[in-house]
C-alpha cells in the first residue's frame, strides 16, 4: 500500500499551538520557529510545539505563507491509501445522511478541508466527475482518487480542471485533462430539482454550475415567483428558472458573460421559459442606473455578484460595491418588492453584510424586512473549527 512516510518536522514559535490545538488545519509561516528535514513541497511532517510536543501532521509547502495544511490530530494516523480512501467515503457518506443528494444529481462530493482533503474540490455531474487540485499533497494522490471515482461511481468521463488561484498561491503551474474515459461532446444537462440545466464543464466558470447556489434557489423559489424578476449576475440563469416556475411572469437576467448568457437562453428553452426570459449583456452596476434612470420597476431583484472582497485590504471598497448594488435595487423595487442578495466573499461576516444591506435601506429610505438567512448548500460544509470554510451568505427581504 502507497504510504506518506514523515520527512520533516515543523516546531512552532512559542505561544502559537493555540490553533492547531483547536483543530484549525492552517499554519503560516508566523507561527513558525523551525523547518527540520530535507523537506518538498507536499512531503508529510509532524507539526510540535515549542518544548518538541507531538501536535498535529499534515502536508507542507516550504515556499508558501500557508505553509502547513494538517490532516490528523491523531499520531497513530498514517497518511496512506487508507487514509484517502476513508476521507472519500466519510465525504459521500456525509452528503448522504444529510441529504444532499436528493433532488439532483449534480453535487460536490468533496470540499477541501471540509472533507479533511486540503486543496481537492470533485463535483459530479450526472455522469462526469470534474476534479479540481491545488496543493502539492493532494498532487500525489491523483491516481488513488482516480480509482476510487471509477470504482465507485463507474463515470463516462473524469476530467480535471485545476485553473484555480489557489493553485498559483501555491506555485503550481495551471493544468487541464480529461484523466479517464470521454469528454462530453458538449453541454452536460444536469437534473436539479426538477429542473434541466445545461453546464459547460469544459469551459463555465467554477467547474462549470454554481451548485453552492443549490439550497438557496430551493428556498427562494417561493418568495421569486412573482411578477417581474430581475436576475442580477445571472451566470445561466438558475435563480430565473425557479423563479417562472414559481408563478413569475417574465424574468431578466444580467451578466457580462456572453457565453454564460448563451447558457442562459439555452436553459430557459430547456424548461419550457424560452419566451419569457430576456438576457442582458451588461455590466449590472451601470444597468441598474440605466433601468434606474428609465423609470423601470421589478417585483423581485436578485444579486449574487461575485467575490468582491478578495483580501482584507479590499474589505472596504468591496461594502462600498455591495451598498451600491444593493440601494439600487431597492430603488427599483415596487412597494413590498422581494430583495434576494448574496455576498460569496469570505472576509465579509454575516454581521458586516447585515451593516450594509441596513446602510442601503436607510439611503434608500425604505423599509427592509429580513425574513430568510441564506448560507452556502450543505454539500459544501461549514466545519466548526474552520470558519474560513463558510463563505455565501445571503438575505431575502421584503422591501416596504
Ligand atoms: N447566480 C448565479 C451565479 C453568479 S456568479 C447562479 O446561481 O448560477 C457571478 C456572475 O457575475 C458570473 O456569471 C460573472 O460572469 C458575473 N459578473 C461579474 N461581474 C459582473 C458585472 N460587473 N456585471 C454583470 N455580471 C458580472
Redesign the pocket.
Known amino acids: 500500500m502507497k504510504v506518506q512516510h514523515v520527512t520533516g518536522r515543523v516546531k512552532l514559535k512559542r505561544g502559537r499551538e493555540r490553533a492547531v490545538l483547536n483543530r484549525h488545519p492552517w499554519v503560516f509561516d508566523g507561527a513558525i520557529e523551525s523547518i527540520d528535514g530535507d523537506v518538498h513541497p507536499g512531503d508529510v511532517v509532524d507539526v510540535v510545539d515549542a518544548n518538541g510536543k507531538w501536535l498535529a501532521r499534515g502536508w507542507v509547502n516550504p515556499s508558501s505563507s500557508l505553509t502547513v495544511r494538517l490532516l490528523t490530530w491523531d499520531e497513530s494516523e498514517r497518511i496512506d491509501e487508507d487514509f484517502i480512501q476513508g476521507k472519500l467515503e466519510a465525504a459521500i457518506k456525509l452528503r448522504e445522511r444529510i441529504g444532499a443528494l436528493s433532488q439532483t444529481d449534480a453535487f460536490r462530493l468533496v470540499y477541501s478541508e471540509s472533507d479533511g482533503l486540503p486543496g481537492l474540490t470533485i463535483d459530479v455531474y450526472g455522469e462526469f466527475v470534474v476534479i479540481q487540485a491545488s496543493t502539492h499533497g493532494i498532487e500525489r494522490w491523483l491516481n488513488t482518487i482516480l480509482r476510487w471515482l471509477i470504482e465507485r461511481f463507474s463515470p463516462s468521463g473524469i476530467i480535471e480542471r485545476s485553473d484555480t488561484e489557489e493553485r498559483h498561491r501555491e506555485g503550481l503551474q495551471e493544468r487541464f485533462s480529461i484523466l479517464y474515459g470521454n469528454e462530453p461532446s458538449g453541454e452536460v444537462l444536469i437534473n436539479e430539482g426538477g429542473f434541466k440545466f445545461a453546464v459547460d464543464i469544459l469551459g463555465g466558470?467554477k467547474t462549470g454550475?454554481?451548485l453552492d447556489?443549490r439550497d438557496n434557489?430551493r428556498r427562494c423559489a417561493s418568495y421569486i415567483g412573482c411578477g417581474r424578476v430581475l436576475n442580477?449576475?445571472?451566470?445561466?440563469g438558475?435563480?430565473a428558472i425557479y423563479a417562472l416556475a414559481n408563478g413569475a411572469e417574465v424574468a431578466t437576467n444580467?451578466?457580462?458573460?456572453e457565453k454564460?448568457l448563451r447558457l442562459a437562453g439555452r436553459n430557459a428553452q430547456l424548461n419550457g421559459f424560452g419566451d419569457r426570459v430576456t438576457n442582458i449583456h451588461?455590466?449590472?452596476?451601470s444597468q441598474l442606473r440605466r433601468f434606474r434612470d428609465d423609470g423601470e420597476k421589478f417585483d423581485v431583484v436578485i444579486l449574487?455578484?461575485?467575490k468582491l472582497a478578495t483580501k482584507k485590504s479590499t474589505i472596504g471598497s468591496a461594502c462600498r460595491g455591495y451598498k451600491d448594488i444593493n440601494l439600487l435595487a431597492m430603488k427599483l423595487l415596487k412597494p413590498n418588492g422581494v430583495l434576494v442578495t448574496f455576498s460569496c466573499s469570505g472576509l465579509i461576516s454575516n454581521d458586516l453584510f447585515q451593516k450594509v444591506i441596513f446602510s442601503a435601506a436607510v439611503d434608500a429610505r425604505r423599509d427592509v424586512v429580513i425574513v430568510e438567512r441564506l448560507k452556502q448548500a450543505r454539500d459544501h460544509p461549514v466545519i466548526a473549527s474552520f470558519p474560513e470554510s463558510e463563505y455565501l451568505k445571503g438575505f431575502v427581504c421584503i422591501v416596504r
Open positions: 466558470q454550475f454554481y447556489q434557489r442580477c449576475f445571472s451566470y445561466t438558475s435563480f444580467i451578466d457580462t458573460s454564460a451588461s455590466n449590472v452596476f449574487d455578484p461575485p
